[in-house]
């Protein structure tokens, strides 16, 4: 069974920073591209942000271009969300999932990377207030 095991997160004054983190359990990350997403009550899933199975594209949502990074370590079957310069509008839930590279190249948007889920984390709570 594909499971993605999520860490990381909690309460953060503005301006701080956290780390999250995505494990696999049960198969090898490498055979998939990652995409995180945030979900905050009464408003649509977002796309935050994805990387390829080699970790050679990350893409971003405009609004975190340049305060997170994604990036993976295929070794440890781990990728990681590093959130910096964090806002009070970054609070939310914090999901990350596994999927597959499109056919043909990335796609527009934070999460162009991929396509499909074959697993998602089981969430994790951002909260940046003063």
């Known amino acids: 069974q594909l499971q993605l095991v999520q860490s990381g997160g909690g309460l953060v004054q503005p301006g701080g920073s956290l780390r999250l983190s995505c494990a696999a359990s049960?198969?090898?990350?490498?055979?998939?591209?990652i995409s995180w997403f945030r979900q905050v009550p009464g408003k649509a899933r977002e796309g935050v942000s994805c990387?390829?199975?080699?970790?050679?594209?990350?893409k971003y949502a405009d609004s975190m271009k340049g305060r997170f990074t994604i990036e993976r370590d295929n070794a440890n079957n781990t990728v990681y969300l590093q959130m910096n310069s964090l806002k009070p509008e970054d609070t939310g839930t914090y999901y990350c999932?596994?999927?597959?590279?499109?056919?043909?190249?990335?796609?527009?948007?934070?999460?162009?990377?991929?396509?499909?889920?074959?697993?998602w984390g089981q969430g994790t709570r951002v909260t940046v207030s003063s």
């Open positions: 999932a596994a999927g597959w590279e499109p056919a043909g190249g990335e796609r527009p948007g934070a999460t162009g990377c991929m396509v499909g889920f074959a697993a």
């Open positions: 049960g198969f090898t990350l490498d055979n998939y591209a």
């Open positions: 990387i390829s199975r080699s970790g050679s594209t990350q």
